[in-house]
């Protein structure tokens, strides 16, 4: 499997909360390395480039606005399948629908507010990275080197 890089968020319903700490050691216990991270509050235009995929959907308005109501934490995560491997443990959009376990379902409050982002594809991680990190910010090691 490729070593790939994915872009996550800790939600501003995440950081308000005070779950930083828990969802990072998730994420760091699966063995999911950390290249970059910054934290920053995203304007309601930066959501909306940022979730511009979704700009037809009804939430669209309330997706972006909740986006940009507080703090969130950006990184890049490196790893062997990294983005299929983030997916499964953020779990389904909806925690209501998520598998026990995911942190979706354990920090969870709604299909919005939903504590994490994970891309959903090598395209869109590349470019969501691109979003958040100039090259300068990803601390990207060779392979093997630790
Ligand atoms: P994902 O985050 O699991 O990839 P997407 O369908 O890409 O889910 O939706 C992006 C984000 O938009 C979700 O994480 C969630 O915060 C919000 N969202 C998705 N569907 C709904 C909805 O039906 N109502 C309100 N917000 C939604
Ligand atoms: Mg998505």
């Known amino acids: 499997m490729a070593v790939e890089q994915t872009l996550t968020i800790i939600k501003p319903d995440g950081v308000a909360r005070g ?3 828990r969802v ?4 760091e216990t699966e063995g999911m390395k950390i290249v970059g991270m910054k934290m920053l509050q995203l304007t309601k235009r930066g959501a909306e ?3 511009q995929v979704h700009r037809n959907k009804p939430f669209f308005d309330s997706l972006t606005s909740y986006m940009s109501s507080g ?3 950006v990184a890049v995560l490196e790893g062997e399948g990294i983005i ?8 389904a959009t909806d925690p209501q629908k998520a598998t026990p376990g995911t942190l979706r379902h354990r920090y969870g409050l709604s299909i ?11 395209e869109t991680a ?3 990275i691109a ?16």
Do not use: C, K
Not at 24 to 27: D, F, G, I, N, S
Not at 84 to 91: A, S, T, V, Y
């Open 19 to 21: 779950l930083m700490g």
């Open 24 to 27: 990072l050691e998730a994420l």
């Open 49 to 51: 480039g940022f979730y």
């Open 71 to 73: 703090l969130v934490v």
């Open 84 to 91: 299929e491997r983030l997916r499964r443990l953020m779990g």
């Open 112 to 122: 919005q507010e939903n504590v994490i982002h994970g891309s959903d594809s090598p």
């Open 126 to 128: 590349r470019w969501e």
């Open 131 to 146: 979003y958040f990190f100039n090259q300068t910010e990803i601390h990207s090691r060779p392979l093997n080197s630790g």
